[in-house]
């Protein structure tokens, strides 16, 4: 086992301004960790914050207080330019809907994945869509493939950069039951492949049970269990 | 690289607001070098078609009109000088060449001048090149009624030699006022770039002595063209004195540089409005930049949240914003020289045929780099505020669900 733990979170608060003025607190999670190379599902329900918290671990969202730390590094103190950085380098993110840039090709929506880390090379982004199949599809635009394969060129996009963490928010969501079945195998063959840690945020069953480890954001998060109580 | 790639196809996604723009940026730019240009270029055209002549002797008048109808083939002759008048300015020791002419007539519309032997005394137009004959013809014999037609008349009137023609009277082309004279072409002037191009060279007496013309008139002249040896400028003020300041008879347009940038001063308040609306539709383009890349902003805003998300910091939204409109800046630029390419050949072959002088469009001006640097500069500023929105983007917010 890998001695590094991909993710630990420990006494998480996030806010939003709410239209009043004041804060409203969304996420309030104690603790949570992922060694590294595991994989587990987040269950949660629309609106509870799972986005949230996938963009708290991306470090696109800075927390109020408490700490991340992913695959060693300490997010929360971190600048943003540097959090940049290290989601561009470590990390890999799929996305419910695909965001992939219409204007671009398959492999240069690819290697836009490494542009921003360790730099675009064609042959890393090629092998990136070979090993989710898609090597011949490398110079279609989005629009002329199906949606399945849109979600697998985003896919080979969070691992090109061979990623100590894989976060995939809904990657299901917009899929049908078998497609979404094979993106998640997918997901799973290639996280497992590269070593990488992998987290997906999903409400849906039949994603969930694919899952050995199934956190549940609604026990997790202390806003929600609090909302629940009252 | 990746930079450049994602402005590229953000220019092509958006690719009709994006030719708008780059079509304004180009009208702009072609306006704004044209007007400094072709004006500058213009007076400089004009003072180099002096073919070297300081100043302009001739009855008393308008030194603009003398200097327009002498050096220029322009305008009609304020009245005539003698040959003794002639001789006196030829024979002045600080007087290096002279150049007699007489105007009266013309071919349909191409003006006949006439003058003695010395344009085809090895008298140098520019320096280094002297008026010379086409080989195969022959300098006119002053004797006789013969013509040495100037390379752009010839081409104009498909002449050649042997060609044979009756002049008509007057300068202006009156078809019932042809003289009955018949003049034999024996030479074509080598092209020259000068007005010397667009005119019929004949002998003196040929015009002087044609039928209807003033018997008293046959040894007189309309002017003299003069330049004075190296060295001698004070020349100039000694012969304006003597001329236009003490005698009433005649007139000396001196100097001819400063009195074609009078001329040209005339038309400062055209350029002046021309000016204006090259500066405005500078600003129209500014703003179609800034409408192009703000609404291409707009509706990539997801496409820059998904690049935040991948990694991109915020400069590089910054840079991408900046690069697309200063890429419509510099395209719009490169399209602004072709356009102004086109206005350059357009007036300079309006001048070359109608006056005989030749604008050089492409010679050295500041505006050539000021020009487009100030379109980019404006296209770049147009992009600040769209830069300015991506760089606040909020990457949640434009990653979240497509409604």
Redesign the interface.
């Known amino acids: 086992m890998d001695p590094i733990p991909a993710l630990i979170i420990r006494d998480l608060v996030k806010t939003y301004p709410a239209p009043s003025g004041a804060r409203t607190e969304v996420l309030r999670i104690p603790a949570l960790g992922l060694q590294g190379g595991r994989q587990a599902a987040l269950r949660g329900e629309s609106g509870l914050g799972k ?2 918290l996938m ?1 708290i671990i ?1 470090g ?2 800075e927390p109020d207080s408490g700490l991340v730390s992913v695959g060693g590094t300490e997010l929360t103190g971190l600048s ?2 540097r959090r ?6 470590r990390l890999g ?1 799929v ?3 695909f ?6 090709t398959a492999l ?1 929506n690819v ?3 490494l ?3 360790r730099g ?1 090379r064609a042959g890393v982004a090629m092998a990136a869509l070979d090993r989710v199949g898609l090597a011949d599809r490398a110079h279609y635009l989005p629009r002329q493939l199906s949606t399945g394969q849109q979600q697998r060129v985003a896919v080979a ?1 969070a691992l090109a950069n061979r990623p100590c963490l894989i976060l995939a928010d809904e990657p299901t969501g917009n899929l049908d039951t078998v497609r979404g079945g094979k993106v998640i195998d997918l997901l799973r063959s290639s996280a497992a492949e590269l070593g990488a840690a992998l987290l997906v945020a999903s409400h849906d069953p039949e994603v969930l049970g694919a899952f050995e480890q199934v956190i549940d954001l609604a026990e997790l998060n202390q806003v929600q269990a609090r909302e629940e109580e009252s | 690289m990746m930079l450049f790639l994602l402005i590229r196809r953000g220019l092509r996604q958006h690719i009709v607001s994006t030719a708008v723009a780059v079509l304004l940026v180009a009208l702009g730019m072609g306006l704004v070098i044209s007007v400094w240009v072709v004006r500058a270029e213009a007076e400089q055209s004009f003072t180099r078609s002096a073919s070297g002549f300081d100043a302009v002797l001739g009855a008393r008048g308008s030194k603009l009109q003398l200097v327009l109808n002498g050096l220029f083939a322009q305008e009609t002759s304020p009245g005539n000088i003698t040959a003794d008048d002639y001789k006196e300015i030829r024979d002045l020791p600080f007087v290096d060449r002279t150049l007699p002419i007489v105007v009266g007539d013309n071919f349909r519309g191409v003006r006949l001048v006439g003058t003695n032997m010395d344009l085809f005394n090895n008298l140098d137009y520019s320096p280094g090149q002297v008026y010379h004959v086409e080989p195969g013809g022959r300098a006119f014999d002053p004797d006789q009624k013969e013509a040495v037609v100037g390379s752009l008349a010839a081409h104009q009137l498909g002449w050649s030699i042997g060609t044979t023609f009756h002049p008509f009277h007057g300068l202006d082309y009156d078809p019932n006022a042809q003289h009955s004279e018949i003049f034999k072409v024996v030479g074509v002037l080598a092209p020259t770039n000068t007005p010397a191009d667009r005119v019929i060279w004949v002998p003196m007496d040929g015009v002087r002595q044609l039928g209807g013309h003033d018997p008293a008139a046959f040894t007189e002249m309309s002017a003299v063209l003069v330049r004075f040896k190296p060295g001698a400028q004070a020349a100039g003020f000694m012969l304006d004195t003597r001329y236009n300041r003490q005698g009433k008879r005649l007139t000396l347009a001196w100097p001819v540089a400063s009195i074609l940038g009078d001329l040209f001063s005339k038309f400062d308040w055209f350029e002046d409005a021309l000016r204006a609306l090259a500066y405005m539709v500078a600003v129209v383009a500014g703003a179609s930049v800034f409408s192009a890349v703000y609404s291409s902003m707009s509706a990539r805003k997801r496409d820059l949240a998904i690049l935040r998300a991948l990694g991109a910091h915020r400069g590089f939204l910054i840079a991408a914003v900046l690069g697309e409109s200063a890429a419509i800046g510099v395209l719009g630029c490169a399209l602004g020289f072709g356009l102004y390419a086109c206005i350059g050949s357009v007036v300079q072959e309006i001048l070359r045929t109608r006056i005989g002088v030749l604008l050089e469009p492409w010679a050295w001006n500041p505006v050539l780099v000021w020009g487009p640097a100030l379109m980019v500069l404006l296209s770049v500023i147009a992009g600040a505020i769209p830069a300015w929105r991506a760089y606040r983007l909020s990457v949640a917010e434009g990653l979240s669900p497509l409604s």
Not at chain 1, 84 to 89: P, V
Not at chain 1, 99 to 104: S, T
């Open positions: 986005t949230t963009h991306a696109i969202l943003e330019s940049d950085r290290f989601r561009a380098e993110y996305f419910q809907t965001n992939l840039l219409q204007g671009l240069e290697s836009l994945g542009a921003f880390g675009a996009r």
